[in-house]
C-alpha cells in the first residue's frame, strides 16, 4: 500500500509540474493579448495583429483531469480508512488474546483444573455440567 501511496505522490507531483508550466505559457499568452488589446485601445485605426497562442488547452485539460482522478482515488481510499483501521484494531486484539492464552496455556490449565474439581470437590445442589466455564477457542 504505500508503493502505491508512493506511486500516487509521484504521479500527483509530475502532474502538478506539468499543469503549472502549461499554466505559465497560459498567462504569457494572455499577457500578450492584454499587451495587443491596449496598443488596439490606443491606435483604434491602426490594424494591430494579434500573435498566435502558444498554450495548449488540451494539455491543460490533461493536467487537471489527471489531478482529479487522483483526488478521487485519494478520497476513496480516506472513505474506507476508519473500516480498514477498526478491522485491523480487531484482528490485533485477537492476536494477542490468542498469543496470552497459548502462553498461559489456558485450555490445558482450565482441563486440568476440572479434573481436579470433579476429583476431589462435591458439586453444589442445582451444579450442572454447562454451569462450568466452556474451554476458550481463539484462532488468529
Known sequence: MRSSNADERTAFEVSSKALSQSLAVYK?????????LETRKNNLFQPTALKT?????N???KHVADINALIGTSNSKTATLEKDKTATRDALRLADVFAFADA???NKELSRNGQRREGSIRRPSGW???D????????P
Open 28 to 36: 504569457k499568452d494572455l499577457e500578450a493579448l492584454k499587451k495587443s
Open 53 to 57: 497562442p502558444a498554450h495548449d488547452a
Open 59 to 61: 494539455e491543460i485539460a
Open 104 to 106: 498461559i496455556t489456558y
Open 128 to 130: 450442572q455440567r454447562s
Open 132 to 139: 462450568r466455564i466452556a474451554p476458550l477457542d481463539v484462532r
